[in-house]
């Protein structure tokens, strides 16, 4: 009777030893799948930025202005243009696979990024860029405020009749726990079954989904809200985008959220 208690203890220990190795095997494999697509997943979005940034028609739009420039005699143009591009293309390059940067960087390249359009559309439309001196220490993701400019330029500044001068107002501020960015500008909406509310393009769609990425990643509350701009008569006068931001700086990193331990 002994012998057989003894047995059936050592037979349940083993088995038990082997259910808990299993169960440990199965979690490091979830743990580790889990890791392999939020690096799969975070590789996709980075390549996605770069190739936003990269823009083959913004490019060579702009490479064929500084051509047009040095043809017609305006060579200080084209030098200007030149050293500006080249500015905004080493930002690019420097900054696609970080994953913070500081406002400040950001507000230097969307900058540098609007002189450029400002130039190529031959002073189409003003922009104005106002920043909040308390809000100069944040962190933003890189490249997030450019696609929404870039949006609000294409699809809706250049609808306007070429007498009629655009405007684009960017506005950065902290306000209840977050920072936001405003954007408004006076464009005209394309009408098409197409074009919603906020003209969708591929790389506002990117950066939308950079967004959630991070929410997932670091549970954040990050998201992008839009709208029409009515005058007194009710009657429409233009967008607005606003980008909601977690308030972010470099002693205040958000955690990674950890699924599996």
Same mark, same amino acid.
């Given at each position: 009777?002994?012998?057989?208690?003894?047995?059936?203890?050592?037979?349940?220990?083993?088995?038990?030893?082997?259910?808990?190795?299993?169960?440990?095997?199965?979690?490091?494999?979830?743990?580790?799948?889990?890791?392999?697509?939020?690096?799969?997943?975070?590789?996709?979005?980075?390549?996605?930025?770069?190739?936003?940034?990269?823009?083959?028609?913004?490019?060579?739009?702009?490479?064929?202005?500084?051509?047009?420039?040095?043809?017609?005699?305006?060579?200080?143009?084209?030098?200007?243009?030149?050293?500006?591009?080249?500015?905004?293309?080493?930002? #690019?390059?420097?900054?696609?696979? %970080?994953?913070?940067?500081? =406002?400040?960087?950001? !507000? +230097?390249?969307?900058? &540098?990024?609007? @002189?450029?359009?400002?130039?190529?559309?031959?002073?189409?439309?003003?922009?104005?860029?106002?920043?909040?001196?308390?809000?100069?220490?944040?962190?933003?993701?890189?490249?997030?405020?450019?696609?929404?400019?870039?949006?609000?330029?294409?699809?809706?500044?250049?609808?306007?009749?070429?007498?009629?001068?655009?405007? #684009?107002?960017?506005?950065?501020? %902290?306000?209840?726990?977050? =920072?936001?960015?405003? !954007? +408004?500008?006076?464009? &005209?909406?394309? @009408?098409?079954?197409?074009?919603?509310?906020?003209?969708?393009?591929?790389?506002?769609?990117?950066?939308?989904?950079?967004?959630?990425?991070?929410?997932?990643?670091?549970?954040?509350?990050?998201?992008?809200?839009?709208?029409?701009?009515?005058?007194?008569?009710?009657?429409?006068?233009?967008?607005?985008?606003?980008?909601?931001?977690?308030?972010?700086?470099?002693?205040?990193?958000?955690?990674?959220?950890?699924?599996?331990?």
């Amino acid at each position: 009777m002994g012998k057989f208690i003894y047995w059936a203890l050592l037979t349940a220990v083993i088995i038990l030893l082997g259910l808990f190795f299993w169960w440990r095997e199965r979690k490091l494999r979830k743990k580790m799948q889990a890791n392999i697509t939020t690096q799969k997943n975070r590789a996709t979005l980075e390549l996605h930025t770069f190739q936003s940034q990269m823009d083959p028609h913004f490019i060579f739009n702009s490479l064929n202005a500084i051509h047009s420039r040095i043809l017609s005699a305006s060579t200080e143009q084209a030098s200007e243009y030149l050293t500006r591009f080249s500015r905004l293309m080493r930002m #690019v390059l420097e900054n696609s696979s %970080r994953e913070w940067v500081s =406002l400040e960087e950001e !507000l +230097e390249a969307l900058e &540098l990024y609007l @002189q450029l359009e400002q130039m190529r559309f031959d002073d189409r439309f003003d922009y104005h860029l106002n920043c909040q001196p308390s809000c100069r220490d944040a962190l933003v993701p890189p490249f997030i405020i450019q696609p929404f400019v870039q949006s609000a330029i294409w699809y809706r500044l250049l609808q306007r009749p070429p007498e009629s001068r655009g405007r #684009v107002s960017i506005e950065v501020g %902290r306000k209840n726990g977050e =920072l936001y960015i405003r !954007l +408004e500008d006076n464009g &005209l909406a394309r @009408q098409s079954t197409f074009n919603s509310l906020q003209q969708k393009t591929a790389y506002t769609r990117v950066a939308t989904e950079r967004l959630r990425w991070l929410n997932d990643r670091y549970q954040t509350q990050a998201s992008v809200t839009s709208g029409h701009l009515y005058d007194a008569h009710h009657q429409k006068t233009g967008t607005y985008t606003i980008i909601h931001l977690p308030d972010v700086n470099p002693a205040s990193k958000p955690e990674e959220t950890v699924f599996f331990q």
